[in-house]
Nanobody, 125 residues
Framework: VQLQASGGGSVQAGGSLRLSCTHS????????IGWFRQAPGKEREGVSS????????YYIDSVKGRFAISSDNAKNTVYLQIDSLKLEDTATYYC???????????????????WGQGTQVTVSS
């Protein structure tokens, strides 16, 4: 299994970005993909996840209304649309996968099976 994150960049506060996590190699239908972020000097934080089994999604409270996770199964890609970017969204964003039928709200409490590399998001004022 491989996960490839992309789409990061430098944007001004209030702008938008769409991150992509292109995945390959899954041999099962039940798995979930989530996005983590890690800002300099801070612990890694899970922000959003999606069940590839049923499409259900989860967001942490601080990103609700601004982040939107979605999946294009034909392209084997999970997207994280980030709108109204804030300075505190500056971080390296990682996608990750957990195998099995899980509810997305439990994703960040589980052991991660696969990690992608990070993509940097920098928000400036």
């Amino acid at each position: 299994v491989q996960l490839q994150a992309s789409g990061g960049g430098s944007v001004q506060a209030g702008g938008s970005l769409r991150l992509s996590c292109t995945h390959s190699g899954f041999t099962v239908h039940d798995y979930a993909i989530g996005w983590f972020r890690q800002a300099p000097g801070k612990e890694r934080e899970g922000v959003s996840s999606i069940s590839m089994s049923d499409g259900s999604t989860y967001y942490i409270d601080s990103v609700k209304g601004r982040f939107a996770i979605s999946s294009d199964n034909a392209k084997n890609t999970v997207y994280l649309q980030i709108d109204s970017l804030k300075l505190e969204d500056t971080a390296t964003y990682y996608c990750a996968a957990v195998i099995g039928w899980i509810t997305p709200e439990t994703f960040f409490g589980r052991d991660i099976d696969y990690w992608g590399q990070g993509t940097q998001v920098t928000v400036s004022s």
